[in-house]
């Protein structure tokens, strides 16, 4: 998505409602997984995020697209960047959507944005060994080719489960989409066919694994919906609660699995957090978590007044871009 969509759809979304206090954006310095705000002025389309299981407090995220080739190491204690990796051994990146921390500490990286729906007959995923020592650095990835059983599709969540290490990823469809699994082992010698195994009733922006891979959590633009893995065979918990964005473009489980963290693009764009309705025995979650039952396309969560306008509002300006694309 183009910084100027972001930009219309926070205006519409500050005008239909007001965040609720627990959702504003960006905490005192040391908060950590209490919320943070991204401070790095080359982030301004932060659109994935991940949360370091070697490097305590730290979250790696990247832009949309336009950028090159680079993930950012992010404090959540202060929202400063104190690495920028440079992937060697890639193409071009075209749309970089997502990315994910698989076991063995290694980063996943998906290239499988298609704003067109079905332009490329491709996409890529890109893997790396996460850095030791957190210093701007370049380092080499492995650069995957997938493809779908069932045709070429827009994407923004990949997700990597944390004990397996199988690739999944769903496709961003408005009215519902699909999780898609990747063979066992990804193989650099041909493309990679990703299958559909279960439908996810969301109009997806990220995913992820909480760090015990029992459970998914998924989000869209005004909610979310949290699952149990349950073998890959998707058990619907409820709705998450989701907070409202200018852009909600990505989610990560804290690293302690308590928390999701919610981001957005744009310039010094906020990560949000929300208590985890699947958070590990022993902590107890805060008022602010949910995890209702309803359910419906757009996800649910903290809609307040005036989220029909926003939906209304955000489809017909996502339209409009098309229709400018077309």
């Known amino acids: 998505m183009r910084r100027s969509f972001a930009v219309l759809a926070g205006v519409l979304l500050a005008g239909a409602c007001a965040l609720p206090a627990s959702a504003a954006g960006g905490t005192a310095e040391g908060a950590g997984d209490q919320g943070f705000t991204i401070k790095d002025p080359r982030i301004t389309e932060s659109s994935g995020l991940a949360a370091s299981r070697q490097h305590p407090g730290i979250y790696w995220t990247h832009n949309d697209s336009d950028d090159g080739p680079y993930l950012y190491a992010v404090d959540s204690t202060t929202g400063k960047t104190v690495a920028r990796i440079t992937l060697r051994g890639i193409g071009s990146p075209r749309d970089v959507e997502a990315i994910s921390i698989g076991p063995h500490n290694e980063i996943y990286v998906g290239d499988i944005g298609d704003n067109f729906g079905g332009r490329w007959p491709y996409v890529w995923i890109y ?9 701007d650095q370049t380092v080499t990835a492995t650069q995957y080719v997938v ?180």
């Not at 893997?127 to 210093?135: A, G, M, S, Y």
């Not at 928390?259 to 025995?281: F, H, I, T, W």
């Open 127 to 135: 893997r790396l060994p996460e850095p030791e020592k957190l210093t």
């Open 147 to 326: 493809k779908y059983s069932d045709g070429p599709r827009d994407a923004e969540s990949l997700l990597v489960h944390p004990k397996t290490g199988r690739v999944y990823i769903i496709d961003k469809k408005q009215d519902g989409g699909h999780l898609y699994e990747g063979p066992a082992t990804l193989s650099t010698s041909g493309a990679n066919v990703f299958r559909p195994v279960a439908a996810v009733d969301l109009w997806a922006t990220d995913a992820a694994f909480s760090p015990d891979g029992r459970h998914l959590a998924v989000r869209g633009y005004f909610g979310g919906i949290a699952y149990d893995w349950n073998g890959g065979r998707l058990r619907r918990k409820g709705r998450l609660d989701v907070p409202l964005q200018g852009q909600g473009e990505s989610v990560s489980y804290s690293a302690d699995g308590t928390k999701l963290m919610y981001g957005s693009e744009g310039a010094d764009s906020a990560v949000q957090a929300a208590d985890a309705p699947d958070r590990p025995a022993g902590k107890s979650p805060s008022a602010s978590g949910s995890s209702g039952d309803a359910a419906d396309k757009g996800g649910g969560g903290s809609l307040k007044v005036g989220a029909v306008i926003v939906v209304v509002g955000v489809a017909a300006l996502f339209g409009l871009r098309r229709l400018r694309r077309g």
